[in-house]
T-cell receptor, first 113, second 111 residues
Framework: EAGVTQSPTHLIKTRGQQATLRCSPI?????VYWYQQALGLGLQFLLW???????NRGNFPPRFSGRQFPNYSSELNVNALELEDSALYLC????????????FGPGTRLTVT | RKEVEQDPGPFNVPEGATVAFNCTYS??????FFWYRQDCRKEPKLLMS???SGNEDGRFTAQLNRASQYISLLIRDSKLSDSATYLC????????????FGTGTRLLVSP
């Protein structure tokens, strides 16, 4: 069974640009979560999508946004990129409604120059 | 105070050794706890959930102490392949979908 997939693996952008990251959950999972892991820091919760809707977000500015598609895949958009947005962005999925166990994808490493 | 705190290590142990990590959490209402393993530049992988009664999976044993608000992970007979960062994870009791991660404890197992 395929796990969570993310694309691209690496992304290099310049300050002020926009970045789009994509995630496909495990088949049967309807919840998708986004986390940011900056160097030397723990994973920080960004967003939770379930059944196509944003259900909750962490302490991040509005320029971090996203959506979930009818097939439960998800997109994370980061607008007006800043240098400190450079991090590993991890997507996780679970069964419906914030299921107990979350399974992570390999991540997208975003570098902002 | 951080929501989840771990000793960053590294813990350097020889193969075959027994090693234990502790993690403390600040919210006494927390109900669900996990240990994840993260290899260098890879995604976290669920190692085990931590139940009130404690649980064991092969060489790995997890314990929960609610009174003192800490979780422990014991690894027996360490293997070279156990070298990784171990993340203590607590579910936010106010928002069950939110996992709060510790910054991890690094383990290095040497021959």
């Amino acid at each position: 069974e395929a796990g969570v997939t993310q694309s691209p693996t690496h992304l290099i952008k310049t300050r002020g640009q926009q970045a789009t990251l994509r995630c496909s959950p495990i088949s049967g999972h309807t919840s998708v979560y986004w986390y940011q892991q900056a160097l030397g820091l723990g994973l920080q919760f960004l967003l939770w999508y379930d059944e196509g809707e944003e259900r909750n977000r962490g302490n991040f500015p509005p320029r971090f946004s996203g959506r979930q598609f009818p097939n439960y895949s998800s997109e994370l958009n980061v607008n007006a990129l800043e240098l400190e947005d450079s991090a590993l962005y991890l997507c996780a999925s679970s069964f419906r409604g914030g299921g107990l166990e979350q399974y992570f994808g390999p991540g997208t490493r975003l570098t902002v120059t | 105070r951080k929501e989840v705190e771990q000793d960053p290590g590294p813990f350097n142990v020889p193969e075959g050794a027994t090693v234990a990590f502790n993690c403390t959490y600040s919210n006494s209402a927390s109900q669900s706890f996990f240990w994840y393993r993260q290899d260098c530049r890879k995604e976290p992988k669920l190692l085990m959930s931590v139940y009130s009664s404690g649980n064991e999976d092969g060489r790995f044993t997890a314990q929960l102490n609610r009174a003192s608000q800490y979780i422990s992970l014991l690894i027996r007979d360490s293997k070279l392949s156990d070298s990784a960062t171990y993340l203590c994870v607590v579910r936010d009791p106010r928002r069950i979908q939110k996992l709060v991660f510790g910054t991890g404890t690094r383990l290095l197992v040497s021959p």
